[in-house]
């Protein structure tokens, strides 16, 4: 009887074992590498990495002849500081770089979750990468917006639209009528007479004088107009002068206009601890390009790992249902490093700064505990994956 009443007890344990194993919770996160299984116990989640758009800026400072430079010390008495022929120059004017967050498409995992009593709530951003993990706080989402890369660099060329007060003389001539008896009276168009460019010249540079004659009685207080207006207005009307003549000018000693075009690079660093790439090339007299010129030098980026990152191993679990092993690993994360990034041309550095990248450090995982029964609230930064707070719910 006794032996009855033990192996009974024995299969009720075993039973009540076996059970409880088929019910026992789990949690766990394993890496995908190339295929899994979804059985509906499954929640797919990539780790960010980080795009950087380099945002280059230049001036563009474009020289004209002006049409009457050859007249400039007949007239003005001008020997220096003439535009002699049409040209362009380019400047660095500034660069800075910009951080993206985008999927790393080699770090994806599945959270696996079955006969639990509790679901995970998790949060993923708008293309999937996590966010948090049974939190209530909602996460920020990363800074998914696309980098400007189409810039409207049309520059309008250079003209001189006002030659002179005086560029052409209408010649009229008195004419009889055509026919007495008619009844409306026809005459002779008036003859058009262009002037030659030295005329013109000389015209502008009378017309530059009478300017300067004006605006040196305005200063002095002689002409009436001066005397009735207040200094407001005088100062209005030396600065419309000043305006006047300067245009004028230009058309004896040619005229220098500054523009700015701006060119954006992207690019995804890699893992290494340091990587040099040439994102373009420039040239003072052709600008930026994609290509390499003649006259042109390299814009080379360099990113340098400045924090000590060690290796990790990290225990592989074996997922199968034949598996024995107690291993299991929470959610993945990422600890980012920090970067110096600097830019140079023509050995010339441009731009320096440092800055925290997520694929320049390494993944490692959460212990599989912190998903039990929604005890903690985990929190991601939204732009490098790195952990950002374990707190309790």
Same mark, same amino acid.
């Given at each position: 009887?006794k032996?009855?009443?033990?192996?009974?007890?024995?299969?009720?344990?075993c039973?009540?074992?076996?059970?409880?194993?088929?019910?026992?919770?789990?949690?766990?996160?394993?890496?995908?590498n190339n295929?899994?299984?979804?059985?509906?116990?499954?929640?797919?989640?990539?780790?960010?990495?980080?795009?950087l758009?380099?945002?280059?800026?230049?001036?563009?400072?474009?020289?004209?002849?002006?049409?009457?430079?050859?007249f400039?010390?007949?007239?003005?008495?001008?020997?220096?500081?003439?535009?002699?022929?049409?040209?362009?120059?380019?400047?660095?004017?500034?660069?800075?770089?910009?951080?993206?967050?985008?999927?790393?498409?080699?770090?994806?995992?599945?959270?696996?979750?079955?006969?639990?009593?509790?679901?995970?709530?998790?949060?993923?951003?708008?293309?999937?990468?996590?966010?948090?993990? $049974?939190?209530?706080?909602?996460?920020?989402?990363? $800074?998914?917006?696309?980098?400007?890369?189409?810039?409207?660099?049309?520059?309008?060329?250079?003209?001189?639209?006002?030659?002179?007060?005086?560029?052409?003389?209408?010649?009229?001539?008195?004419?009889?009528?055509?026919?007495?008896?008619?009844?409306?009276?026809?005459?002779?168009?008036?003859?058009?007479?262009?002037?030659?460019?030295?005329?013109?010249?000389?015209?502008?540079?009378?017309?530059?004088?009478?300017?300067?004659?004006?605006?040196?009685?305005?200063?002095?207080?002689?002409?009436?107009?001066?005397n009735?207006?207040?200094?407001?207005?005088?100062?209005?009307?030396?600065k419309?002068?000043?305006n006047?003549? $300067?245009?004028?000018?230009?058309?004896?000693?040619?005229?220098?206009?500054?523009?700015?075009?701006?060119?954006?690079?992207?690019?995804?660093?890699?893992?290494?601890?340091?990587?040099?790439?040439?994102?373009?090339?420039?040239?003072?007299?052709?600008?930026f390009?994609?290509?390499?010129?003649?006259?042109?030098?390299?814009?080379t980026?360099?990113?340098?790992?400045?924090?000590?990152?060690?290796?990790?191993?990290?225990?592989?679990?074996?997922?199968?249902?034949?598996?024995?092993?107690?291993?299991?690993?929470?959610?993945?994360?990422?600890?980012?490093?920090?970067?110096?990034?600097?830019?140079?041309?023509?050995?010339l550095?441009?731009?320096?700064e440092?800055?925290?990248?997520?694929?320049?450090?390494?993944?490692?995982?959460?212990?599989?505990?912190?998903?039990?029964?929604?005890?903690?609230?985990?929190?991601?930064?939204?732009?490098?994956?790195?952990?950002?707070?374990?707190?309790?719910?």
């Amino acid at each position: 009887m006794k032996k009855k009443s033990l192996l009974a007890l024995l299969m009720l344990s075993c039973i009540s074992s076996f059970a409880q194993k088929e019910t026992e919770t789990s949690y766990y996160v394993n890496a995908i590498n190339n295929t899994i299984n979804i059985d509906g116990h499954q929640i797919i989640y990539y780790l960010p990495q980080n795009l950087l758009t380099v945002n280059l800026e230049f001036t563009q400072i474009s020289k004209a002849k002006g049409p009457y430079a050859e007249f400039a010390e007949k007239y003005l008495n001008i020997t220096s500081d003439i535009i002699t022929e049409d040209g362009l120059q380019f400047l660095i004017k500034k660069i800075n770089v910009k951080r993206y967050a985008v999927p790393d498409t080699a770090q994806l995992y599945a959270l696996n979750f079955t006969g639990q009593e509790y679901l995970p709530m998790v949060q993923l951003s708008t293309n999937s990468t996590i966010l948090a993990c $049974n939190s209530h706080h909602i996460a920020d989402n990363p $800074n998914f917006a696309a980098p400007e890369t189409n810039f409207n660099n049309n520059i309008e060329p250079i003209q001189f639209l006002d030659l002179g007060v005086k560029p052409f003389l209408f010649e009229e001539e008195d004419t009889e009528d055509v026919d007495n008896d008619s009844i409306s009276n026809v005459k002779n168009e008036p003859k058009m007479i262009v002037r030659t460019p030295e005329e013109c010249a000389a015209e502008a540079a009378a017309f530059i004088r009478k300017i300067r004659k004006r605006r040196l009685k305005l200063v002095a207080g002689i002409s009436g107009e001066a005397n009735n207006a207040d200094g407001d207005a005088i100062r209005t009307m030396i600065k419309n002068l000043n305006n006047l003549e $300067n245009e004028y000018l230009q058309l004896f000693i040619g005229k220098t206009v500054k523009n700015t075009y701006k060119q954006a690079v992207t690019l995804i660093p890699n893992s290494n601890q340091n990587e040099q790439q040439i994102i373009g090339y420039f040239s003072e007299t052709e600008g930026f390009s994609t290509t390499k010129k003649s006259s042109s030098y390299p814009i080379t980026l360099k990113i340098t790992s400045i924090t000590s990152v060690p290796k990790v191993d990290i225990k592989a679990v074996e997922t199968s249902a034949k598996s024995t092993s107690n291993v299991k690993y929470g959610i993945y994360y990422r600890i980012p490093a920090t970067a110096k990034i600097s830019i140079d041309c023509d050995g010339l550095l441009q731009h320096t700064e440092q800055m925290v990248i997520a694929q320049k450090g390494y993944v490692v995982p959460l212990p599989a505990d912190y998903l039990n029964n929604h005890k903690y609230a985990i929190e991601f930064d939204a732009e490098t994956g790195a952990l950002k707070r374990i707190s309790s719910n």
